[in-house]
């Protein structure tokens, strides 16, 4: 549904007031009417242009062959474009570092907080955590639930995780597969979206699926990042990241078109250190960022400002049919 980015429609309200952000690898397009954002990755970056002009392709070809090193992962040809699923089995990796000194163990405290203080009980519950890799959470709660099972985008990935967490591990695309044949129709008191729907192309489609692996009354529980060019803008050396950055009403209109009520009003967070824009810190990085922050505040009047990474928690439960 959203995979067509033109620069005229938005694809998801119709509406005809966009801006696009210009960054390396990426435009994203901001919807003035329903403050979605969409990715459409470049086929070609900058650079590779400034090169192929006859006077700069001499130039690179006389680098020195360290400089050379420099500029390559800034060009799409030696740039790697990672299949998706490959890129997905760091996760795989990552089950072999520990716990304790991962960001998971971060991110893990603060959702099972989060739960605590809306009463939400996880005590003999049958839970579907999606996208949930590299899965650490399975450790901590299968004495408390019933049952957890686990999905991941790459098969790879999946079959680590059954493998080393002992767990019920599902290969599952939400752009492609149906969920209620993966998980062969079973049903779940819980489903779990954490940091992953920004990838997801049709919310509406989404939401739908999910009821009918849900029991009367269940909980979705969603967390998710908020539009914001500070995320944008963070993801600019990425050519597989994320594809929508959803307005936290989007997300509401979906699932209640789908039977769903929202449990709690949606809790805004905003990460306290601003995102480390520059994760690599050599010269050229640090130029290409700049320039597009720049250009980001000249040119963008009305994408949607943060200068922090801010995140949405979202609950919502199944109306009973
Ligand atoms: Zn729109």
Same mark, same amino acid.
């Given at each position: 549904m959203y995979q067509h980015i033109?620069?005229?429609?938005?694809?998801?309200?119709?509406?005809?007031? *966009? #801006?696009?952000? +210009?960054?390396?690898?990426?435009?994203w397009i901001q919807c003035n009417d329903c403050l979605n954002v969409f990715r459409r990755g470049k086929e070609t970056f900058p650079l590779d242009d400034l090169i192929k002009q006859p006077f700069y392709n001499k130039l690179?070809?006389?680098?020195?062959k360290r400089l050379k090193k420099t500029v390559q992962p800034?060009?799409?040809?030696?740039?790697k474009f990672e299949d998706k699923s490959t890129w997905y089995d760091y996760y795989s990796k990552s089950l072999e570092q520990d716990y304790k000194a991962t960001k998971w163990k971060k991110y893990d405290d603060e959702f099972l907080n989060? *739960? #605590?203080?809306? +009463?939400?009980?996880?005590?003999?519950k049958d839970i579907l955590a999606i996208s949930e890799g590299p899965g650490f959470i399975v450790n901590r709660l299968r004495n408390r639930v019933n049952s957890i099972a686990l999905t991941e985008v790459s098969q790879h990935a999946a079959d680590t995780m059954a493998h080393m967490l002992k767990v019920d591990s599902y290969a599952y695309d939400f752009n492609k597969d149906d969920i209620q044949q993966i998980v062969k129709h079973k049903k779940f008191d819980q489903i779990?979206?954490?940091?992953?729907?920004?990838?997801?192309?049709?919310?509406?489609?989404?939401?739908?699926s999910l009821r009918k692996i849900l029991k009367n009354e269940s909980i979705v529980y969603i967390k998710f990042h908020a539009p914001s060019r500070l995320n944008c803008l963070h993801w600019m050396f990425n050519i597989v990241t994320t594809n929508v950055w959803y307005n936290p009403e989007t997300i509401v209109r979906a699932f209640e078109k789908n039977g769903f009520e929202l449990l709690y009003p949606y809790t805004r967070y905003r990460q306290e250190e601003p995102i480390r824009l520059l994760p690599r810190q050599h010269w050229l990085n640090t130029m290409i960022v700049r320039y597009y922050q720049k250009l980001a505040e000249k040119k963008n009047k009305y994408f949607t400002r943060e200068d922090r990474s801010v995140y949405y928690l979202c609950t919502f439960r199944l109306k009973q049919s």
């Open positions: 033109n620069d005229q429609v938005c694809q998801h309200c119709q509406g005809t007031s *966009l #801006e696009i952000l +210009d960054s390396y690898m990426n435009h690179y070809k006389s680098l020195p800034f060009l799409s040809s030696t740039h989060f *739960l #605590e203080t809306i +009463d939400i009980d996880l005590q003999g779990w979206l954490r940091s992953c729907i920004a990838f997801c192309n049709d919310i509406d489609r989404l939401a739908g």
